[in-house]
């Protein structure tokens, strides 16, 4: 298996500007996490899915965030319109079961 | 409400040496405990995972980590350290039937010639 796939590894765009991060996740797991990373606030989990659904996203940061997982083998989170203070690199993840996360490579955001 | 704590923000070790970092939890019941490592540009690997049953956990790259109950700690332990494991480590605690796992602030290993 290739891992959890993200797209695009880094993203440059101008404060306002909509952006879709991209997730493929191993095939056979049925959970998928979205987490963001940061200095200040280190890794903070913002929705994951259990097969498709989903089951929490009270880390959402506001309204301009969204996440859909239309299938088993795609996830997007959407940040519209995007805000300088959304920089950070985001994670995908996703796990069978309990059994530990495994971790895409990222995306570096940047909103300039 | 769960958390985890990493009280080393960055520990120093001397290639070869032995290593210990430190991850303290709170939670009431018996957690699921984690350690990942993550270098530099890289997402986070899964290290090793304790679940229940023995206390010492054996994980990739050399790596055990030992449950201790009494003293709510999951420490990670490498005998003799290689400069290829210089990186951030992070622990995380979840709960069984959420799978939501909180992480810990991270401890960065420098690994010195």
């Known amino acids: 298996d290739a891992g959890v796939i993200q797209s695009p590894r880094h993203e440059v765009t101008e404060m306002g500007q909509e952006v879709t991060l991209r997730c493929k996740p191993i095939s056979g797991h049925d959970y998928l996490f979205w987490y963001r990373q940061t200095m200040m606030r280190g890794l903070e989990l913002l929705i994951y899915?259990?097969?498709?659904?989903?089951?929490?996203d009270s880390g959402m940061p506001e309204d301009r965030f969204s996440a859909k997982m239309p299938n088993a083998s795609f996830s997007t989170l959407k940040i519209q319109p995007s805000e300088p203070r959304d920089s950070a690199v985001y994670f995908c993840a996703s796990s069978y079961r309990s059994g530990g996360y495994t971790f895409g490579s990222g995306t570096r955001l940047t909103v300039v | 409400a769960q958390s985890v704590t990493q009280p080393d923000i960055h520990i120093t070790v001397s290639e070869g040496a032995s290593l210990e970092l430190r991850c303290n939890y709170s939670?009431?019941?018996?957690?699921?405990l984690f350690w990942y490592v993550q270098s530099p540009g890289q997402g986070l690997q899964l290290l090793l995972k304790?679940?229940?049953?023995?206390?010492l956990v054996q994980g990739i790259k050399g790596f055990e980590a030992e449950f201790k109950r009494s003293q709510s700690s999951f420490n990670l332990r490498k005998p003799s350290v290689h400069w290829s494991d210089a990186a951030e480590y992070f622990c995380?605690?979840?709960?069984?039937?959420?799978?939501?796992?909180?992480f810990g602030t991270g401890t960065r290993l420098k690994v010195l010639a």
């Open positions: 995380a605690v979840g709960t069984s039937g959420t799978y939501k796992y909180i």
């Open positions: 939670y009431g019941a018996t957690p699921y």
């Open positions: 304790y679940f229940s049953g023995d206390t």
């Open positions: 899915f259990n097969n498709n659904v989903p089951i929490d």
